[in-house]
């Protein structure tokens, strides 16, 4: 019997024109972007669908609009009969995740993350923090690269996506220098990347202490499926334990290799990425080659997913 996990997308997997085809194709989208709509004030629809992309990368819209067309996939899914055993997502995508496991409301998670976005975004002034990428580092290195940069700054882990990719988070000068470091150590590539705040390091701290008031101000209910959360990479059913880790991934590294390891060991073999991109599909073929990922963000996605759910 297939155990199935729902996994939901994060920051970086934007991009114009998504969501479109599953509103033009499957009522139950609809009426979801329209609920995102009313709930934000603004029309994060014809952003998803439209753009700008300059728009769609500010973070406190990228958020809400990543969020929305991932609860508009589920509904999709929901519809077809689709349920998980388990969810995760990545950073961002844990907010998905929690209004699928249903701790969260979907408006609820709307506005706690159009709130995250902008408490991240104005935590670090421009120019001052960076993230890169580093792709093929040799094992056994990063803790004293990360050492050896930092002279005085920040640098940290901020993503262990998988055995080949990491990224890193800090104050700009650190970040470069961690880049430079971890190619000469090796690395396939160390690339800054086109992000607009250092996430998941230290500087984030100030938007950690502004969105404690919001997240304690929100329900958050038991779940109906676990979640292996970010922080941990360990598996929760509690509303106050998914309220702790989404406080506690702000400034602390997405933990998402293990986070699907602990998946895989509890017995799931099929994984679907669920919302915009195949970013998380990618990554578990590197963390595990032998585990199963399909996606489901577009309307074109269901005839493989349906083929597939059939065997």
Not at 21 to 46: C, R, T, V
Not at 176 to 183: D, G, N, P, T, V
Not at 291 to 300: I, N, R, S
């Amino acid at each position: 019997m297939f155990k199935t996990a729902f996994l939901f997308p994060g920051q970086g997997s934007q991009f114009a024109g998504m969501g479109k085809s599953l509103a033009e194709a499957y009522p139950e989208a609809s009426p979801i972007f329209e609920e995102a709509d009313s709930a934000l004030g603004i029309s994060i629809s014809e952003l998803c669908f439209e753009g700008p992309e300059e728009e769609l990368k500010r973070t406190e819209i990228t958020q809400p609009a990543l969020l929305t067309v991932s609860v508009a996939a589920l509904a999709v899914l929901r519809s077809k009969g689709m349920t998980p055993d388990y969810v995760a997502g990545h950073s961002l995508g844990e907010y998905s995740a929690l209004v699928a496991a249903g701790s969260l409301k979907f408006e609820d998670a709307l506005r706690l993350v159009q709130k995250r976005g902008r408490y991240m975004q104005e935590a670090v002034p421009d120019g001052v923090g960076a993230m890169a990428a580093l792709l093929k580092l040799p094992e056994g290195k990063l803790d004293q690269i990360l050492a050896e940069a930092r002279q005085g700054q920040v640098v940290a882990a901020a993503n262990l996506n998988s055995p080949d990719q990491i990224a890193i988070a800090g104050h700009a000068g650190a970040v470069e220098r961690a880049a430079e470091l971890a190619r000469a150590a090796g690395a396939r590539r160390a690339v800054i990347l086109p992000v607009s705040a250092p996430f998941h390091c230290l500087l984030m701290e100030p938007a950690q202490k502004r969105l404690k008031a919001d997240l304690d101000a929100t329900e958050f209910r038991d779940l109906s499926v676990p979640l292996i959360n970010n922080w941990q990479a360990r598996e929760i059913w509690l509303g106050d334990e998914a309220r702790e880790g989404l406080y506690q991934q702000v400034p602390n590294p997405v933990l998402w290799g293990d986070s699907v390891r602990t998946l895989a060991a509890a017995g799931v073999t099929r994984f679907i990425e669920v919302g915009a991109g195949g970013v998380l599909t990618g990554l578990l073929r590197n963390i595990d080659p032998s585990l199963v990922g399909f996606k489901f963000g577009e309307a074109a996605d269901w005839g493989k997913l349906s083929a597939a759910a059939s065997v």
